[in-house]
């Protein structure tokens, strides 16, 4: 399929958009553009702006809620849209079916009602200070050496401390399982074409 964009990846090439066929063929949108420091909010912006459903051709064709309203839609109207069929893209097949994930009502209230009951506002609220102290042990000394790789150096390091403060681990056996959940999302990523 021809392409025909902006910069920002938005269509514009006079396509019908109320033909819910042309708009299955659409491309709206590259998921894994050259990205800027900024500019994902831009593209998103600009896709919005023209197509706030929408459509992409990347990992076998997905479509993007990028409107409040749109989503809010979506994930309310359980009798039109599911998300038995895949809610993560790119798929990762070896996960299978996760519930609650991938479960719709009536099935997934069982498991939600035991879930949310752990991460309740004076539950989250509870976890806070633990959180805080987390990122302040993670960012003073990328701070004091006045450099650092903060997507290695932090970002991809709180979530095991904050895993560990929840489940009452150690930080080292929290990092361990995200080490390993990571190794085998990178191996089911490598596997997974793009179209």
């Known amino acids: 399929?021809?392409?025909h964009s902006t910069t920002s990846g938005v269509r514009r090439d006079g396509a019908d958009p109320t033909s819910v066929g042309s708009?299955?063929?659409a491309h709206d949108f590259d998921s894994q553009p050259s990205?800027?420091?900024?500019?994902?909010h831009r593209v998103f912006r600009d896709v919005r702006a023209v197509n706030p459903v929408a459509r992409c051709q990347d990992f076998g064709g997905f479509w993007a809620m990028l409107g409040h309203r749109e989503l809010l839609e979506v994930i309310t109207d359980i009798d039109r849209f599911t998300?038995?069929?895949?809610?993560?893209?790119?798929k990762f097949a070896?996960?299978?079916?996760r519930p609650p994930l991938h479960l719709?009502?009536?099935?997934?209230?069982?498991?939600?009602?035991v879930i949310n009951r752990f991460f309740t506002p004076p539950r989250m609220r509870l976890l806070e200070p633990a959180v805080r102290r987390c990122v302040v042990e993670l960012l003073e000394p990328l701070i004091a050496r006045g450099s650092a790789d903060v997507a290695r150096e932090y970002a991809q390091r709180l979530p095991a401390h904050v895993f560990a403060e929840f489940f009452n681990l150690s930080v080292r056996t929290a990092s361990r399982s995200r080490r390993s959940a990571a190794s085998t999302s990178t191996r089911s990523r490598s596997s997974t074409t793009r179209r």
Do not use: C, K, L
């Open 1 to 3: 399929m021809q392409h």
């Open 23 to 25: 708009r299955r063929r």
């Open 35 to 40: 990205e800027g420091f900024d500019s994902a």
């Open 83 to 90: 998300t038995t069929r895949q809610n993560a893209i790119p």
């Open 94 to 97: 070896f996960t299978g079916v």
């Open 104 to 113: 719709d009502p009536p099935e997934h209230t069982g498991y939600r009602r």
